[in-house]
T-cell receptor, first 115, second 111 residues
Framework: EAGVVQSPRYKIIEKKQPVAFWCNPISGHNTLYWYRQNLGQGPELLIRYENEEAVDDSQLPKDRFSAERLKGVDSTLKIQPAELGDSAVYLC?????????????FGPGTRLTVL | AQRVTQPEKLLSVFKGAPVELKCNYSYSGSPELFWYVQYSRQRLQLLLRHISRESIKGFTADLNKGETSFHLKKPFAQEEDSAMYYCALTPFSGSARQLTFGSGTQLTVLP
């Protein structure tokens, strides 16, 4: 099994440009998470999906960040426009169901550099 | 609000020496604690969780509710243990089950 798939792995853009990240969770995993990991820090949750519904987006900077999971499977996280402070690793994780003791499985991440 | 603190950003030990990675947490309810590990050029993965009470790759961690700690220990470190280690917490109750991570400890095991 491929595990959680993310693309691209690396992205370099200039500030004010838009950028999008894609995530395909493990088959059968209903819960999907997007995390941001700043340099020297642990991952911090941005948004959590249960199937296609965003049930926790309190940490998502909604002025410039948006996310979608239209068919309850893969998901896209977008930043528009990007700022210098958005440089980080964006991690996607999935789990079979929320509220259970199932493990979260992480993707390899997308490393974003904003110049 | 929950918080996880890992006081050591860097930790170096010699091969065969004991190692302890510290983790302290603050949470008003009953938490579940985890250790995640990220080896070089690999993805973040679960190492162990306190409810399993098992030893993984020789590592153990005991939840101390009195000291609100969940330190990770291994009696004899190996070079392949060199990695980034993150302590994480999630509430036992509620449906969110979201993870709160510490800032991580980079462990280097010297030959």
């Amino acid at each position: 099994e491929a595990g959680v798939v993310q693309s691209p792995r690396y992205k370099i853009i200039e500030k004010k440009q838009p950028v999008a990240f894609w995530c395909n969770p493990i088959s059968g995993h209903n819960t999907l998470y997007w995390y941001r990991q700043n340099l020297g820090q642990g991952p911090e949750l941005l948004i959590r999906y249960e199937n296609e519904e965003a049930v926790d987006d309190s940490q998502l900077p909604k002025d410039r960040f948006s996310a979608e999971r239209l068919k309850g499977v893969d998901s896209t996280l977008k930043i528009q426009p990007a700022e210098l402070g958005d440089s980080a690793v964006y991690l996607c994780a999935s789990r079979r169901t929320s509220g259970s003791t199932d493990t979260q499985y992480f993707g390899p991440g997308t490393r974003l550099t904003v110049l | 609000a929950q918080r996880v603190t890992q006081p050591e950003k860097l930790l170096s030990v010699f091969k065969g020496a004991p190692v302890e990675l510290k983790c302290n947490y603050s949470y008003s309810g009953s938490p579940e604690l985890f250790w995640y590990v990220q080896y070089s050029r690999q993805r973040l993965q679960l190492l162990l969780r306190h409810i399993s009470r098992e030893s993984i790759k020789g590592f153990t961690a005991d939840l101390n509710k009195g000291e609100t700690s969940f330190h990770l220990k291994k009696p004899f470190a190996q070079e392949e243990d060199s990695a980034m280690y993150y302590c994480a917490l999630t509430p036992f109750s509620g449906s969110a089950r979201q993870l709160t991570f510490g800032s991580g400890t980079q462990l280097t095991v010297l030959p």
